[in-house]
């Protein structure tokens, strides 16, 4: 290296040494009350010096609000909506919800985007009870709640005729930001589910009216 090079990387290594940006720390707590935006909070609890105690239910409730597996099952125009809204615009992994799955096995989220043929039926249906418990379900569009503008003999008149659906969000087609709401309208019931709901007797109830052992 020459002695001119040398200088200059020497003066060079200096100007980045005085030019380093300080590093700052995020501590103000920004008022997002405007925006409408709620910040995650801690569960309910008991908090002294060097613990937090909550219930198990909440601990849970809070994972499995934040950690979402949707399964999409788009048949049609509401479909395109919900890759908008996975796409980085909308960005639904936001509310922890990215890791999209093709696959019943894993996914706790049916989100129902489009319009259900009635030979359609026993194929969602299938989908639904290959999936394990907890899982919730979400219509999404005027077609997945009520058959939508297809009044027809070959259309099924909302997917509540073959399986419990949690959330119904409307528009034909909803926009993306409908969707992000229908998902955070289930983050609230995911939230506050007791761990016993599931095996409670009004949950056996509604599977049984469905034919659902
Ligand atoms: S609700 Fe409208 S946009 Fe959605 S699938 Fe039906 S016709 Fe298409």
């Given at each position: 290296?020459?002695?001119?090079?040398?200088?200059?990387?020497?003066?060079?290594?200096?100007?980045?040494?005085?030019?380093?940006?300080p590093?700052?720390?995020?501590?103000?707590?920004?008022?997002?009350?405007?925006?409408?935006?709620?910040?995650?909070?801690?569960?309910?609890?008991?908090?002294?010096?060097?613990?937090?105690?909550?219930?198990?239910?909440?601990?849970?409730?809070?994972?499995?609000?934040?950690?979402?597996?949707?399964?999409?099952?788009?048949?049609?125009?509401?479909?395109?909506e919900?890759?908008?809204?996975?796409?980085?615009h909308?960005?639904?992994?936001?509310?922890?919800?990215?890791r999209v799955?093709f696959?019943?096995?894993?996914?706790?989220l049916l989100?129902?985007?489009?319009?259900?043929?009635?030979?359609?039926?026993?194929?969602?249906?299938?989908?639904?009870?290959?999936?394990?418990?907890?899982r919730?379900?979400?219509?999404?569009?005027a077609?997945?709640?009520?058959?939508?503008?297809f009044?027809?003999?070959?259309?099924?008149q909302?997917?509540?005729?073959?399986?419990?659906?949690?959330?119904?969000?409307?528009?034909c087609?909803?926009?993306?930001?409908?969707?992000?709401?229908?998902?955070?309208?289930?983050?609230?019931?995911?939230?506050?589910?007791?761990?016993?709901?599931?095996?409670?007797?009004?949950?056996?109830?509604?599977?049984?009216?469905?034919?659902?052992?």
């Amino acid at each position: 290296m020459s002695a001119e090079i040398l200088q200059t990387f020497v003066v060079s290594s200096n100007k980045l040494k005085y030019m380093a940006r300080p590093v700052r720390f995020n501590l103000i707590e920004k008022d997002t009350s405007d925006r409408g935006i709620n910040q995650v909070m801690m569960p309910e609890g008991h908090m002294g010096e060097g613990f937090f105690a909550t219930s198990l239910d909440k601990v849970v409730g809070l994972a499995r609000k934040n950690s979402m597996w949707p399964l999409p099952f788009a048949t049609s125009c509401c479909g395109i909506e919900f890759m908008a809204t996975m796409g980085s615009h909308y960005d639904l992994s936001r509310f922890g919800s990215e890791r999209v799955g093709f696959s019943p096995r894993q996914c706790d989220l049916l989100m129902v985007m489009g319009t259900i043929a009635k030979k359609m039926a026993p194929v969602l249906r299938q989908v639904y009870l290959q999936m394990a418990e907890p899982r919730w379900v979400m219509a999404v569009g005027a077609c997945a709640s009520s058959g939508g503008i297809f009044d027809t003999y070959s259309v099924l008149q909302g997917i509540d005729q073959v399986i419990p659906v949690d959330v119904y969000v409307p528009g034909c087609p909803p926009r993306p930001e409908a969707i992000i709401d229908g998902v955070l309208k289930i983050q609230d019931l995911v939230q506050d589910e007791s761990l016993r709901r599931r095996n409670g007797d009004q949950y056996k109830a509604l599977m049984e009216g469905y034919g659902i052992q």
